[in-house]
């Protein structure tokens, strides 16, 4: 899957920042992800959209918390219910990723995601960083880019 270069400007940082207050209680952490995490989390975002991209369910359960593992019966649980709720990530024509944003004990990874129908997103990818010090991804939030043109 291509990744191109995004035009990421200030609006974005702003948004990430005021999605990751809103969907946690606690307040964000002031300080920001160190390079190595920061790569780390983009990695995984990346090893799972190009798992959904050759459907390669086991690949894509081994990027996601154990929580969520065990909200499915299978990886191919997993595969299926991303496919049809998330079809803009299931398939994307091209991505763009954000800088990583630290969040409580976790991060956010922002990626601009066009599908198919050249139709642009905003996916906030949400991670936890597990015992082992690697990290997985908990959850996702996926709208509209507000920053096109009407």
């Known amino acids: 899957m291509p990744i191109s270069p995004s035009c990421w400007r200030s609006p974005l940082a702003c948004l990430v920042t005021a999605v990751c207050m809103v969907l946690t209680t606690l307040p ?3 300080a920001d992800l160190s390079r190595a995490d920061a790569q780390a989390v983009q990695r995984v975002v ?3 959209l190009d798992a959904l991209a050759i459907d390669d369910a086991q690949r894509l359960f081994d990027t996601v918390t154990p929580s969520v593992r065990q909200n499915f019966n299978s990886s191919g649980d997993l595969l299926a219910m991303l496919r049809v709720l ?3 990530v ?3 024509s091209k991505i763009g990723f954000a800088p990583a944003e630290a969040m409580n004990d976790g991060a956010v990874q922002g990626v601009e995601v066009t599908d198919q129908d050249d139709t642009r997103w905003l996916a906030l990818f949400i991670l936890e960083r597990q015992p082992d010090n690697t990290w997985r991804v908990g959850g996702y939030v996926v709208f509209d880019n507000p920053w096109l043109p009407a």
């Open 28 to 30: 964000a952490h002031s």
């Open 86 to 88: 998330y079809p803009m």
């Open 90 to 92: 299931y398939r994307p």
């Open 46 to 48: 990346a090893d799972q």
